[in-house]
C-alpha cells in the first residue's frame, strides 16, 4: 500500500518562507500526477499545486501562483512544495495526495498524506 508522509510544516510569520515535503513509500511517483492541497480551519480542503511527474507541467490554484513552487527529486521519492511570501490566509493543513489524474479535483487522486500544520501569524 502507497504512503505518503508530509513533513515541513510549522509557526512561520508573515512573508516568511517554509518547504513542505511528501515522501512516498516505495518507487509509486513514476507517471503519476503529485498534488498539494490544503485545509483551512471551518473550510473545506482546497486545490494548491499539482505536478506531472513524468513530464514536469504544474498548474496552480491563482491564490498561490508567483508564491508556491511545487518540485520533485525523483531520487528521493518525494515532491516539495516552496512556499515564499506567506500570508496568514495561507494557514492551514497541507496534504500531498497522488494521481491517477492531473486535476485539481480532490477526487481525482487515490491516497493521501496525514497533513502538516502550517500557521503563518500576521
Known amino acids: 500500500q502507497v504512503h505518503l508522509a508530509e513533513s515541513g510544516g510549522g509557526l512561520v510569520q508573515a512573508g516568511d518562507s517554509l518547504r513542505l515535503a511528501c515522501t512516498a513509500s516505495g518507487r509509486i511517483f513514476n507517471n503519476y500526477p503529485m498534488g498539494w492541497f490544503r485545509q483551512a480551519p471551518g473550510k473545506e480542503r482546497e486545490f494548491v499545486a499539482v505536478?506531472?511527474?513524468?513530464?514536469?507541467?504544474?498548474e496552480y490554484a491563482d491564490s498561490v501562483k508567483g508564491r508556491f513552487t511545487i518540485s520533485r527529486d525523483s531520487a528521493k521519492n518525494t515532491v516539495y512544495l516552496q512556499m515564499d511570501s506567506l500570508k496568514p490566509e495561507d494557514t492551514a493543513v497541507y496534504y500531498c495526495?497522488?494521481?491517477?489524474?492531473?486535476?485539481?479535483?480532490?477526487?481525482?487522486?487515490?491516497?493521501w498524506g496525514q497533513g502538516t500544520q502550517v500557521t503563518v501569524s500576521s
Open positions: 495526495a497522488r494521481g491517477p489524474y492531473f486535476s485539481r479535483l480532490e477526487a481525482r487522486y487515490d491516497a
Open positions: 505536478l506531472s511527474w513524468s513530464v514536469g507541467i504544474t
